[in-house]
């Protein structure tokens, strides 16, 4: 039973151009999310989150938005970079209770390739 | 400030053995949590130790076991190892507050089961 799910396995994208990485969640116990980026041969490294109280949250390049009643978040970077090249995984908590405790569900992982 | 360190970075053990890995936390971290990366699974959540106590705990068979010392390091092992336990396994850091935020990983240990 996957609760975070991103569709697309592979995003490819010129340099200049935006980005647009999807997810789908169904536990609507859910109400923080983050991104997660992740180059070969190392840990992920956080991106951008966002609350379930927020529609939209960014930084800098980065912009995560939220639609609750959809169940679904994306991920925009604009203007894409080649260095942005990497696996991108979305991510969701529960902190509701305090019952969370560093319990991350994450989807599968969205493979981004932005090409010069 | 130093990151999350892991070790060891690579090992190989065959089936039956047992394997432990080690996490150092970021200074000041004192809530520990460990993932299994497999390509099938996805990264998945073992547990979480916080304060020498385990707090929370993912869909792992008992032969996943893990603790926590007192200066927050921690350590995860797992025991009879089957060719499924194959896997990078990510140490994650935070503060450590009950509520989940971000959370900081090592570059992981990469585990081969022959």
């Known amino acids: 039973d996957q609760q975070v799910k991103q569709n697309s396995p592979s995003l490819s994208v010129q340099e200049g151009r935006i980005s647009i990485l999807n997810c789908d969640y169904t536990?609507?116990?859910?109400?923080?999310f983050l991104w997660y980026k992740k180059y070969p041969a190392e840990g992920p490294t956080f991106l951008i989150s966002i609350s379930s109280i927020k529609d939209k949250n960014e930084d800098g390049r980065f912009t995560v938005f939220l639609n609750k009643s959809a169940k679904h978040l994306s991920l925009h970077i604009v203007p894409s970079q080649p260095g942005d090249s990497a696996v991108y995984f979305c991510a969701a908590s529960s902190g509701s209770g305090g019952t969370s405790y560093g319990k991350l569900t994450f989807g599968q992982g969205t493979i981004l390739t932005v090409h010069p | 400030k130093a990151g999350v360190t892991q070790t060891p970075r690579y090992l190989i053990k065959t089936r039956g053995q047992q394997v432990t890995l080690s996490c150092s936390p970021i200074s000041g971290h004192r809530s520990v949590s460990w993932y299994q990366q497999t390509p099938g699974q996805g990264l998945q959540f073992l547990f979480e130790y916080f304060s020498e106590t385990q707090r929370n705990k993912g869909n792992f068979p008992g032969r996943f076991s893990g603790r926590q010392f007192s200066n927050s390091r921690s350590e995860m092992n797992v025991s009879t190892l089957e060719l499924g336990d194959s896997a990078l396994y990510l140490c994650a850091s935070s503060l450590g507050g009950s509520y989940t935020g971000e959370l900081f990983f090592g570059e992981g240990s990469r585990l081969t089961v022959l």
């Open positions: 536990n609507s116990m859910f109400d923080y």
